[in-house]
């Protein structure tokens, strides 16, 4: 009689499991901390790994966080049945989820971080901004240019509110945000 064997798994812990821990872990030690010290080494800790497991899937703090980034934003939900709708639910998507604990810190820290550093800009340039912008591209039947500058005035926007106030930017701004990249659309 034959015996059933269970597949076979790698070795270690299943890497979907230590990306979640690590990425919640991430946006906690932003939140509580702020992006400048929210450590590779504070992060593990709160993780409950070696800084060794981090750097062996990150070879750097800010190719962590942007890929934190990255799974925490998601795909973009490309909702509507007009250019408006899909433009405004794109906006209020990215409101909501710079006002989530520790995203807009961290956003707004990896873009900071990325002015001197080549590699984190082409990160976040190809993994990050690039997805979005051709979803947004291909809903809007817009060119890239004119989708890139969309993306710099909603972001940018965003991003400013909460480095100039430490606070998400208040429903309202959103609602006027939106009004306003629609006249620009």
């Known amino acids: 009689m034959a015996r059933a064997t269970a597949p076979a798994r790698p070795p270690g812990r299943p890497r979907s499991s230590v990306d979640a821990t690590v990425f919640a872990a991430t946006l906690r030690t932003v939140d509580e901390l702020g992006y400048t010290h929210a450590t590779v080494d504070r992060i593990a800790a709160a993780a409950g790994v070696a800084k060794t497991t981090l750097y062996r899937r990150w070879p750097s703090k800010g190719a962590l966080i942007a890929a934190c ?8 939900p490309v909702e509507g049945a007009s250019r408006q709708e899909i433009l405004s639910s794109a906006v209020r998507w990215g409101a909501a989820k710079v006002a989530e604990p ?15 550093d080549p590699a984190l800009r082409e990160i976040l340039s190809t993994q990050f901004q690039d997805p979005y912008r051709v979803a947004l591209q291909e809903a809007l039947g817009e ?41 620009m659309l």
């Open 102 to 116: 520790g995203v807009g810190a961290a956003f707004a820290g990896v873009f900071t971080d990325a002015i001197n």
């Open 143 to 183: 060119p890239e240019q004119r989708v890139l500058f969309f993306i710099d005035v909603i972001v940018g926007t965003l991003l400013h509110r909460m480095g100039m106030t430490g606070a998400p930017m208040a429903e309202s701004d959103v609602d006027a945000l939106v009004e306003m990249v629609l006249r």
């Open 69 to 76: 980034l990255l799974d925490a934003f998601g795909p973009v």
